[in-house]
Nanobody
Framework: QVQLVGLGGGLVQAGDSLRLSCVVS????????VGWFRRVPGKEREFLAA????????GYANSVKGRLTISRDNAKNTVYLQMSSLKPEDTAVYYC????????????????????WGQGTQVTVSS
């Protein structure tokens, strides 16, 4: 079993930066690809970014490319999502998710590809 805990959400002002953390425990973290998603009430869950096992493969949604950076520290079992130039429309609950991948460079961009999910962390951006 894999457990994920998303941390780092909060209330920030437009233009601020924020770093979210996803701590993964259970199975071997180094075999997991990890993704970040967000959900606004009344809307579908939106893919943001994903990173492969080895940290080399990375993918971003076009809507956030340039403002988000995903990274991982396998020694700390943690994946980070650095967000900059935050906007009020970035207000949402942010989720991290993990999936076991056979290829070290593989990552997924669809939520149905992920087996394990964190509890979500709220990010609120005020104007």
């Amino acid at each position: 079993q894999v457990q994920l805990v998303g941390l780092g959400g909060g209330l920030v002002q437009a233009g601020d930066s924020l770093r979210l953390s996803c701590v993964v425990s259970g199975r071997t973290f180094s075999s997991q690809s990890v993704g970040w998603f967000r959900r606004v009430p009344g809307k579908e869950r939106e893919f943001l970014a994903a990173i492969s096992q080895n940290g080399i493969g990375k993918g971003y949604a076009n809507s956030v490319k340039g403002r988000l950076t995903i990274s991982r520290d396998n020694a700390k079992n943690t994946v980070y999502l650095q967000m900059s130039s935050l906007k009020p429309e970035d207000t949402a609950v942010y989720y991290c998710a993990a999936a076991t991948t056979l290829s070290s460079n593989l990552y997924y961009t669809t939520d149905r590809s992920y087996n394990y999910w964190g509890q979500g962390t709220q990010v609120t951006v005020s104007s």
